[in-house]
T-cell receptor, first 113, second 110 residues
Framework: GAGVSQTPSNKVTEKGKYVELRCDPISGHTALYWYRQSLGQGPEFLIYFQGTGAADDSGLPNDRFFAVRPEGSVSTLKIQRTERGDSAVYLC???????????FGPGTRLTVL | QKEVEQNSGPLSVPEGAIASLNCTYSDRGSQSFFWYRQYSGKSPELIMFIYSNGDKEDGRFTAQLNKASQYVSLLIRDSQPSDSATYLCAVKPSSYKLIFGSGTRLLVRP
């Protein structure tokens, strides 16, 4: 079956702009996670959803970052007033339930100039 | 101290050898442990998970867990050049998020 999909695969933006990154989880998976990975590092947790609600957003670095999952399926990560330090690969993962293994999408590479 | 520690490598082994990758973690309450493989420019791919002390085997891969020592390892038997990648150890503590190490780069020499 189809895996986790993410769009766009690459996003280049200018400092100060607003960006939206989209994640479409594996069909039937109730839990969805966002991570961020910088070069040479492991993925770093940002936020996860169980259904429509953000169950844990403790990893969001500041209030410029926000994520939604309005219908319990597709999620959008929104970054306001982007900064050069936001440049990274943003990874989305999903799992059948919170207790199950997480499967990652291909990621969105964000570059802030 | 990092929550999940891995030697960055590179770990270089000849084709056909056993590659041993190690990981230590700091949260004693951690319940689940995962190994992901990540090829350059690609996203992490789940290859093994383990929940109980001892060994778990899947094909050429064996995951080993020792909760008392807070130690997880991954053995790759009959290593192939296609196994060359970065291997990420991930730990799930009491919450549901994964805490990752920085990864160990494995090079399998033909």
């Amino acid at each position: 079956g189809a895996g986790v999909s993410q769009t766009p695969s690459n996003k280049v933006t200018e400092k100060g702009k607003y960006v939206e990154l989209r994640c479409d989880p594996i069909s039937g998976h109730t839990a969805l996670y966002w991570y961020r990975q910088s070069l040479g590092q492991g993925p770093e947790f940002l936020i996860y959803f169980q259904g429509t609600g953000a169950a844990d957003d403790s990893g969001l670095p500041n209030d410029r970052f926000f994520a939604v999952r309005p219908e319990g399926s597709v999620s959008t990560l929104k970054i306001q007033r982007t900064e050069r330090g936001d440049s990274a690969v943003y990874l989305c993962a999903s799992s059948l339930t919170l207790d199950n293994e997480q499967f990652f999408g291909p990621g969105t590479r964000l570059t802030v100039l | 101290q990092k929550e999940v520690e891995q030697n960055s490598g590179p770990l270089s082994v000849p084709e056909g050898a056993i590659a041993s990758l190690n990981c230590t973690y700091s949260d004693r309450g951690s319940q689940s442990f995962f190994w992901y493989r990540q090829y350059s420019g690609k996203s992490p791919e789940l290859i093994m998970f383990i929940y109980s002390n001892g060994d778990k085997e899947d094909g050429r891969f064996t995951a080993q867990l020792n909760k008392a020592s807070q130690y997880v390892s991954l053995l790759i038997r009959d290593s192939q050049p296609s196994d060359s990648a970065t291997y990420l150890c991930a730990v799930k503590p009491s919450s549901y998020k994964l805490i990752f190490g920085s990864g160990t780069r494995l090079l399998v020499r033909p």
